[in-house]
């Protein structure tokens, strides 16, 4: 298929839920991916955070081809070793006890609100059912994490969504506090970082103050993890910057570097919660996503993470102040940089400049590889520098 066929088929025949670029990618490798007309692309969006070492990453590959070769699937009424081996990984880097794989960070947020609710359910009375968000937040596409999205811009015509949501504006503990007195709460969901909101980090005080809330009230602490986990913030998990210790982790997008893979990680208050039965998933720890997080796991350790927070420095300094840009937020290699151009007119003049990146909101926003090529990211950051620098023509 040419490519006009490509575009043309797709917009046929797929449900027309995406506004695409116009562009067609068809092969990768590290942090530079080629369209069908064989141009280069380096890329600082890696399919949304989830492509962690890049495209086509040697040792990512390996793993998968050889499980791939193995055993691809089981379902879960048999044992496995590589999620068994993934999830003793998770847990003894978190400190977390248990952990329940899906395949998508809706799912991973679903699986953590079914643990809050059942807790609350158990030890303080099923009417203790409401989970607490937070405004601007973003937590998948299901009814139930539409409902915890703090977004009215996704919720409206799929009204009514499940019932049992409060959000609340971020960085108020007063408000918080409030509606854990008022109603009855069973648990607290915040993204560190809110990816789709405008890579905003939460208030430093405000993760621990929420943390101390939660351990008052008895109310189940979850974070939503999937965009800022799995290495992306210069630690393996968001939280770990502030040195709380959330009851519920929810990732996905970078765990496996690529394949699907949902991941609810379950801390000492909630280990027990589920019982034969009362969770499931089909594919959930499938070997191959299973063999391929573990491939990313094991290489994201504190000389990675430090590369990290070095190439995050590097972002902010050769961004912050310059022609056009007003502001950079984020953390790690998560970044968000507001242009005085719409961000939609420099994103589409990176790609013409060879530079893919994304929107989140009104911003520009980088999600490079985690080892991205220090003369790779200068070289995507001058394009994107000229872009929001530009006079308009
Ligand atoms: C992307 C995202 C989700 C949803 O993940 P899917 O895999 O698309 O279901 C949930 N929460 C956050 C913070 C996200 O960034």
């Given at each position: 298929?040419?490519?006009?066929?490509?575009?043309?088929?797709?917009?046929?025949?797929?449900?027309?839920?995406?506004?695409?670029?116009?562009?067609?990618?068809?092969?990768?490798?590290?942090?530079?991916?080629?369209?069908?007309?064989?141009?280069?692309?380096?890329?600082?969006?890696?399919?949304?955070?989830?492509?962690?070492?890049?495209?086509?990453?040697?040792?990512?590959?390996?793993?998968?081809?050889?499980?791939?070769?193995?055993?691809?699937?089981?379902?879960?009424?048999?044992?496995?070793?590589?999620?068994?081996?993934?999830?003793?990984?998770?847990?003894?880097?978190?400190?977390?006890?248990?952990?329940?794989?899906?395949?998508?960070?809706?799912?991973?947020?679903?699986?953590?609100?079914?643990?809050?609710?059942?807790?609350?359910?158990?030890?303080?009375?099923?009417?203790?059912?409401?989970?607490?968000?937070?405004?601007?937040?973003?937590?998948?596409?299901?009814?139930?994490?539409?409902?915890?999205?703090?977004?009215?811009?996704?919720?409206?015509?799929?009204?009514?969504?499940?019932?049992?949501?409060?959000?609340?504006?971020?960085n108020?503990l007063?408000?918080?506090?409030?509606?854990?007195?008022?109603?009855?709460?069973?648990?607290?969901?915040?993204?560190i970082v809110?990816?789709?909101?405008?890579?905003?980090p939460l208030d430093s005080d405000y993760v621990t103050g929420m943390a101390?809330?939660?351990?008052?009230?008895?109310?189940?602490?979850?974070?939503?993890?999937?965009?800022?986990?799995?290495?992306?913030?210069?630690?393996?998990?968001a939280y770990m910057n502030y040195g709380i210790?959330?009851?519920?982790?929810?990732?996905?997008?970078?765990?496996?570097?690529?394949?699907?893979?949902?991941?609810?990680?379950?801390?000492?208050?909630?280990?027990?919660?589920?019982?034969?039965?009362?969770?499931?998933?089909?594919?959930?720890?499938?070997?191959?996503?299973?063999?391929?997080?573990?491939?990313?796991?094991?290489?994201?350790?504190?000389?990675?993470?430090?590369?990290?927070?070095?190439?995050?420095?590097?972002?902010?300094?050769?961004?912050?102040?310059?022609?056009?840009?007003?502001?950079?937020?984020?953390l790690?290699?998560?970044?968000?940089?507001?242009?005085?151009?719409?961000?939609?007119?420099?994103?589409?003049?990176?790609?013409?400049?060879?530079?893919?990146?994304?929107?989140?909101?009104?911003?520009?926003?980088?999600?490079?590889?985690?080892?991205?090529?220090?003369?790779?990211?200068?070289?995507?950051?001058?394009?994107?520098?000229?872009?929001?620098?530009?006079?308009?023509?």
């Amino acid at each position: 298929m040419n490519r006009l066929n490509i575009k043309r088929t797709d917009i046929e025949y797929i449900a027309h839920t995406y506004a695409r670029f116009d562009v067609t990618l068809v092969r990768g490798k590290g942090s530079l991916v080629w369209d069908e007309q064989g141009k280069e692309y380096i890329d600082l969006a890696t399919g949304i955070a989830v492509n962690t070492f890049g495209y086509a990453d040697d040792l990512w590959v390996d793993s998968v081809a050889k499980q791939a070769a193995t055993l691809q699937h089981t379902s879960n009424l048999y044992y496995t070793e590589p999620c068994v081996r993934l999830a003793k990984l998770l847990c003894l880097r978190t400190g977390m006890k248990k952990v329940f794989f899906s395949n998508s960070g809706a799912e991973a947020n679903e699986c953590a609100i079914k643990a809050a609710r059942k807790y609350a359910a158990e030890h303080k009375g099923a009417e203790f059912s409401t989970i607490v968000t937070l405004n601007n937040s973003f937590h998948g596409r299901t009814l139930t994490t539409l409902a915890a999205t703090g977004q009215e811009v996704f919720h409206k015509d799929f009204t009514p969504l499940t019932p049992g949501f409060v959000s609340v504006p971020a960085n108020d503990l007063a408000a918080a506090e409030e509606v854990f007195q008022t109603q009855k709460v069973a648990g607290f969901l915040m993204e560190i970082v809110q990816g789709e909101g405008g890579v905003l980090p939460l208030d430093s005080d405000y993760v621990t103050g929420m943390a101390k809330l939660c351990k008052q009230y008895d109310v189940v602490l979850m974070c939503d993890e999937v965009q800022c986990g799995n290495g992306r913030t210069g630690a393996l998990y968001a939280y770990m910057n502030y040195g709380i210790q959330p009851d519920v982790v929810s990732t996905a997008k970078g765990l496996a570097g690529g394949l699907p893979l949902g991941a609810t990680l379950l801390g000492e208050k909630v280990e027990h919660i589920f019982t034969p039965g009362s969770h499931g998933s089909t594919f959930g720890g499938n070997p191959v996503c299973a063999a391929a997080a573990i491939s990313i796991l094991e290489r994201l350790d504190d000389n990675l993470l430090k590369k990290v927070k070095r190439k995050s420095a590097l972002i902010f300094d050769m961004l912050t102040g310059q022609p056009g840009i007003e502001a950079v937020d984020g953390l790690g290699l998560m970044i968000g940089v507001k242009t005085k151009k719409d961000a939609g007119a420099v994103i589409q003049k990176c790609m013409e400049n060879g530079v893919l990146v994304i929107k989140a909101k009104d911003k520009v926003r980088l999600l490079p590889a985690l080892n991205i090529p220090d003369d790779l990211l200068k070289e995507a950051l001058i394009v994107l520098k000229n872009a929001a620098g530009e006079e308009e023509t």
